[in-house]
T-cell receptor, first 111, second 111 residues
Framework: DVKVTQSSRYLVKRTGEKVFLECVQDMDHENMFWYRQDPGLGLRLIYFSYDVKMKEKGDIPEGYSVSREKKERFSLILESASTNQTSMYLC??????????FGQGTRLTVV | RKEVEQDPGPFNVPEGATVAFNCTYSNSASQSFFWYRQDCRKEPKLLMSVYSSGNEDGRFTAQLNRASQYISLLIRDSKLSDSATYLCVVSGNSGNTPLVFGKGTRLSVIA
């Protein structure tokens, strides 16, 4: 059974903290993605990676960075968390041309 | 970035009804097309891929019209359990082309 695992289901952080969201997939996929989902705005792409050590900005990269040191792991970093980064964060992976598999999501609240 | 557009709904239909969703995409080079289903507070999950010739899976039929750049999803004999948000997803075939999601169409099937 294919799996994309996100490190936390729920997270509460303080403004200004550095936050790491981890995503691991066991399908040997090359492409991995980080989205955030907010009511009325749908899924918005933050960053994606199509190979180890490769990263591309998505539509809303400001305030975020990513790391892909190993093929199976794609980390999203909030350098200094702010309240407007309170959201549901979804990681996905796929083999190009095929379906995407999602992690269960991390609901982050920044207070 | 190119967009995918869907009617946000909500579509409120009685059990047993037939309901159709449409989705338009702007990138004519798009190669892969999918419908995903997302339940409240859950991650999106693949409902079905969409093939050029059209495809059917039980009560669900998906069609692709490349000339007009739209995708459709037809649900026959709606069940209460079909209530969810349906996301139209489009991707290219090159390694650095990410998935693009529509904002989703909300369906409520009413007893």
């Amino acid at each position: 059974d294919v799996k994309v695992t996100q490190s936390s289901r729920y997270l509460v952080k303080r403004t200004g903290e550095k936050v790491f969201l981890e995503c691991v997939q066991d399908m040997d996929h090359e492409n991995m993605f980080w989205y955030r989902q907010d009511p009325g705005l749908g899924l918005r792409l933050i960053y994606f990676s199509y190979d180890v050590k490769m990263k591309e900005k998505g539509d809303i990269p400001e305030g975020y960075s990513v790391s892909r040191e190993k093929k199976e792991r794609f980390s999203l970093i909030l350098e200094s968390a702010s309240t407007n980064q309170t959201s549901m964060y979804l990681c996905a992976s796929l083999e190009q041309g095929a379906e995407a598999f999602f992690g269960q999501g991390t609901r982050l609240t920044v207070v | 970035r190119k967009e995918v557009e869907q009617d946000p709904g909500p579509f409120n239909v009685p059990e047993g009804a037939t309901v159709a969703f449409n989705c338009t995409y702007s990138n004519s080079a798009s190669q892969s097309f999918f419908w995903y289903r997302q339940d409240c507070r859950k991650e999106p999950k693949l409902l079905m891929s969409v093939y050029s010739s059209g495809n059917e899976d039980g009560r669900f039929t998906a069609q692709l019209n490349r000339a007009s750049q739209y995708i459709s999803l037809l649900i026959r004999d709606s069940k209460l359990s079909d209530s969810a948000t349906y996301l139209c997803v489009v991707s290219g075939n090159s390694g650095n082309t990410p998935l693009v999601f529509g904002k989703g169409t909300r369906l409520s099937v009413i007893a």
